[in-house]
Nanobody, 123 residues
Framework: QVQLVESGGGLVQPGGSLRLSCAAS????????IGWFRQAPGKERELVAI?????????NYADSVKGRFTISRDNAKNTVYLQMNSLKPEDTALYYC???????????????WGQGTLVTVSS
């Protein structure tokens, strides 16, 4: 069974940094896209950053995090990272990893979500 496991959330002061990790485990044929969404209390889930397999790994960021967050991917480990710098209180949210994966057994296209990791930015 293919699943996503996130880690790295926590409490940080404004201006601080955190790095989130998301590892895909199980029998995997390919990962088409993998990235991060977030949901703050009372708000809808929104895209934070995503990296695709095409074009050498193109990236896309929400305007609100451009220049502060960096997404990267370790293909050998099936892991994606989100380096978050210059964090602001408005970055406080539950961060979810999301991936479009082709499994290595039935070769089905899977749309997977992690369980979420909480990031709190507060003094």
């Amino acid at each position: 069974q293919v699943q996503l496991v996130e880690s790295g959330g926590g409490l940080v002061q404004p201006g601080g940094s955190l790095r989130l990790s998301c590892a895909a485990s199980g029998s995997i044929s390919s990962i088409n896209a993998i990235g991060w969404f977030r949901q703050a209390p009372g708000k809808e889930r929104e895209l934070v950053a995503i990296i695709t397999s095409g074009g050498g790994g193109s990236t896309n960021y929400a305007d609100s995090v451009k220049g502060r967050f960096t997404i990267s991917r370790d293909n050998a480990k099936n892991t994606v990272y989100l380096q978050m710098n210059s964090l602001k209180p408005e970055d406080t949210a539950l961060y979810y990893c999301h991936a479009e994966i082709r499994d290595g057994v039935m070769y089905r296209e899977l749309d997977l979500w992690g369980q979420g990791t909480l990031v709190t930015v507060s003094s």
